[in-house]
């Protein structure tokens, strides 16, 4: 009787042993699936990405870096395309540094609105697009993050009216020739720095103003370091949603449909979320003592698509595309 009770009792603790072992495994099995981005975790495409996470979790492993936390802005690219990385969420704008024909999608005043950015990235003119990245790059584009319309907020409590009035504003923008250009486009006097430093940059005085979309004003409270907000409607926000070609055809047809359908529902969510929030912020943002109001938008436009026209950003534009995305 002892001994057959002692059986049982190695018997029970084996079988705990071998099943403590075979949760862990479980989870080693799944595949790592790192993604970095510069927006920080409160931002509506952080829950996005967890939205998605969920929806692939069977299969991956998902670890979300936020606020530039592991790669700074315009490194994620590089770092995907050097295994470094399996997913990130990249601006067009680095796109068009190795690729000049991308320029074009970096353009003022190119998209209409969320609608025609999304209709853009499904015809085939966006897949033709996509597929020189693919091609070029080694990455995989899943599809386009709206993240709002962009709009001057500045610190000097000086009107705007046209870019004229614009002239010797030191206007925050990320690093990078498309970058710069459009700040140049507006009439500013364009100001390279990290998205992490623009309130404390906006504080100190080191710049004058931001180009961003009202979510991302609310989300890193630049509205306490500024007096107005320029409604100038420049540029549809974006980035890329993108995995390394490496993790990408390593899946199966039936993976990468699923894996694909992940992405494009976390996707529309989450622009369906920041329209809703770009509606609410303009009252809110006046209830905090900002003024809000609309400029000459027809002269920014002129102004901005005749320096396109002339630039030599513009010589690179694959021939044709412009017209493309005009008539859909």
Same mark, same amino acid.
Do not use: C
């Given at each position: 009787?002892?001994?057959?009770?002692?059986?049982?009792?190695?018997?029970?603790?084996?079988?705990?042993?071998?099943?403590?072992?075979?949760?862990?495994?479980?989870?080693?099995?799944?595949?790592?699936l790192?993604?970095?981005?510069?927006f920080?975790?409160?931002?509506?495409?952080?829950?996005?990405?967890?939205?998605?996470?969920?929806?692939?979790?069977?299969?991956?492993a998902?670890?979300?870096?936020?606020?530039g936390?592991?790669?700074?802005?315009?490194?994620?690219l590089?770092? %995907? *395309?050097?295994?470094?990385?399996?997913?990130?969420?990249?601006?067009?704008?680095?796109i068009?540094?190795?690729?000049p024909?991308?320029?074009? %999608?970096?353009?003022?005043y190119?998209?209409?609105?969320?609608?025609h950015?999304?209709?853009?990235?499904?015809s085939d003119?966006?897949?033709?697009?996509?597929?020189?990245?693919?091609?070029q790059?080694?990455?995989?584009?899943?599809g386009?993050?709206?993240?709002?319309?962009?709009?001057?907020?500045?610190?000097?409590?000086?009107?705007?009216?046209?870019?004229a009035?614009?002239?010797?504003i030191?206007?925050?923008?990320?690093?990078?020739?498309?970058?710069?250009?459009?700040?140049q486009a507006?009439?500013?006097?364009? =100001?390279?720095?990290a998205?992490a430093?623009?309130?404390?940059?906006?504080q =100190?005085?080191?710049i004058?103003?931001?180009?961003?979309?009202?979510?991302?004003?609310?989300?890193m409270?630049?509205?306490?370091?500024?007096? *107005?907000?320029?409604?100038?409607?420049h540029?549809?926000?974006y980035?890329?949603? =993108?995995?390394?070609s490496?993790?990408?055809?390593?899946?199966?047809?039936?993976? *990468?449909?699923?894996?694909?359908?992940?992405?494009d529902?976390?996707?529309?969510?989450?622009t369906?979320e920041?329209?809703?929030?770009?509606?609410e %912020?303009?009252?809110?943002?006046?209830?905090?003592?900002?003024?809000?109001?609309?400029?000459?938008?027809?002269?920014?436009?002129?102004?901005?698509q005749?320096?396109?026209?002339?630039?030599? %950003?513009?010589r690179?534009w694959?021939?044709?595309?412009?017209?493309?995305?005009n008539k859909?």
């Open positions: 009787m002892i001994f057959s009770t002692t059986r049982r009792a190695v018997l029970a603790a084996s079988a705990a042993m071998l099943f403590a072992f075979a949760v862990p495994s479980a989870a080693q099995d799944k595949k790592p790192r993604f970095s981005a510069v920080s975790e409160q931002d509506i495409r952080a829950e996005m990405m967890k939205k998605f996470a969920d929806a692939v979790g069977d299969d991956y998902f670890e979300g870096f936020y606020g936390n592991l790669f700074k802005q315009g490194t994620e590089v770092a %995907l *395309q050097r295994g470094n990385l399996e997913m990130g969420n990249i601006a067009p704008q680095d068009a540094n190795q690729i024909e991308w320029s074009i %999608l970096t353009s003022a190119l998209f209409r609105d969320a609608e950015l999304r209709t853009f990235f499904a003119a966006g897949d033709e697009m996509k597929k020189m990245v693919e091609d790059l080694g990455v995989h584009l899943l386009p993050t709206y993240f709002g319309t962009r709009q001057v907020g500045l610190k000097p409590d000086k009107k705007i009216e046209t870019p009035d614009m002239a010797g030191k206007l925050r923008m990320p690093g990078g020739d498309a970058w710069q250009f459009l700040g507006l009439g500013a006097n364009p =100001t390279p720095m998205y430093e623009v309130y404390t940059g906006l =100190t005085g080191a004058d103003g931001q180009d961003n979309p009202l979510p991302n004003v609310q989300n409270k630049f509205y306490e370091v500024m007096s *107005q907000i320029v409604l100038t409607s540029l549809v926000g980035d890329l949603l =993108t995995v390394s490496a993790v990408w055809d390593d899946m199966s047809p039936d993976q *990468q449909q699923a894996f694909q359908a992940a992405a529902a976390a996707i529309e969510w989450s369906a920041h329209l809703r929030q770009e509606e %912020l303009a009252d809110s943002f006046e209830e905090r003592g900002l003024k809000l109001y609309k400029p000459d938008v027809e002269a920014f436009r002129t102004h901005a005749k320096m396109y026209s002339e630039s030599d %950003l513009a690179n694959p021939e044709g595309m412009l017209e493309r995305i859909l």
